[in-house]
């Protein structure tokens, strides 16, 4: 981590446990597991941050409209942008990542992990943000333990028709790896890097 740095150019210092700009750049691509609404709200935050972002999605009418035209999100104070990012159903079609971030529901866990496999790099990490039990389990059946992550968040997120997200609500990420040897403190601070105070990330 960059110390004595300008946290994202507001003249800020960086604390400890967070990235600096150039870090937060260089990381990625992390892919999105499930790009509806919590999925979607993850990828804009983290591509407004510059984080290179791609996502892993079934194919359907948001699908399609995603891919065409890009997501739309809707902020809390109802302001509109349009976000592009690389989209498939084939994790052939994306790089390599060293993070995945899953958000599907977990009846389709099992599923999308050898899809996952494809997507990681070589020691990259799954983390489930997904609600529901055995996610971990199904997940650590393909990739191993070691390359597993669960987490919870309470911030909210709707998608109100194809390829539209709005805002739900703010709230706390918390993480932990299924193997407690496994290190997770840069996918943390990047986290808090790209949401910043009002969006606290425990490990």
């Known amino acids: 981590m960059c110390p004595n740095q300008d946290r994202n150019g507001r003249g800020e210092s960086v604390s400890e446990g967070v990235l600096c700009r150039e870090e ?16 979607g709200r993850f990828a804009v935050s983290l ?19 995603c891919r065409e035209r890009g997501l739309l999100y809707v902020d809390a104070r109802g302001e509109e942008c349009r976000v592009r990012f690389p989209l498939s159903d084939d994790p052939g079609e994306l790089a390599e990542s060293p993070l995945a971030v899953v958000f599907v529901k977990s009846g389709q866990t099992g599923e999308v992990a050898p899809l996952v496999a ?12 997904q609600n529901g039990l055995g996610n971990g389990e199904a997940l650590a059946q393909v990739l191993g333990e070691e390359r597993v992550a669960l987490g919870v968040t309470t911030c909210g997120a709707r998608r109100s028709a194809p390829g539209v997200v709005h805002w739900g609500g703010d709230g706390v990420t918390r993480m932990a790896p299924l193997r407690p040897s496994r290190d997770l403190s840069r996918i943390a601070a990047l986290f808090r890097e790209v949401y910043g105070d009002g969006y606290p990330v425990k490990v």
Not at 24 to 39: D, K, M, S, W
Not at 48 to 62: I, K, M, P, S, T
């Open 24 to 39: 937060v750049e260089a990381f990625g691509p992390v892919t999105i597991v499930g790009c509806g609404a919590l999925g």
């Open 47 to 65: 591509a407004a941050a510059g984080v290179r972002v791609q996502a892993l999605q079934r194919r359907g009418e948001h699908f399609d409209v």
């Open 118 to 129: 494809r997507c990681l790099t070589r020691d990259g990490i799954v983390l489930s943000l």
